[in-house]
């Protein structure tokens, strides 16, 4: 089976692709591939890493708005009972 080949052209006017010359061009011939798969799936796997931070955020976020809506739902029904405790004690 012969394998797939995928060719850059990297325009060293702009910075990420001079950077991106630099980089590889101080690997050896044979790393290269390797190095580039490698920083694709690494890539892929950062961009879903922070799908899922990002998710796991909201739902944090709900629950935690949920919460003190209850608790200040709570504050409201108990009739404001350190109020009463206040004016008690005149």
Known sequence: MQGKVI?????TDKLTDKKAD???????????SEY?????I??????NLMVLIQQ???????????????KKRENNESG???RD????LY
């Open 42 to 47: 690494a890539y892929n796997d950062q961009e």
């Open 80 to 82: 404001n009972g350190y």
């Open 7 to 11: 060719s850059i052209r990297l325009n």
């Open 85 to 88: 405790f206040l004016k008690s």
């Open 36 to 40: 580039i798969r490698n920083a694709i």
């Open 56 to 70: 796991t955020m909201i739902k944090a976020m709900e629950e935690w708005d949920a919460k003190q809506t209850e």
């Open 22 to 32: 630099e980089i590889l061009s101080n690997l050896p011939s044979r790393r290269k």
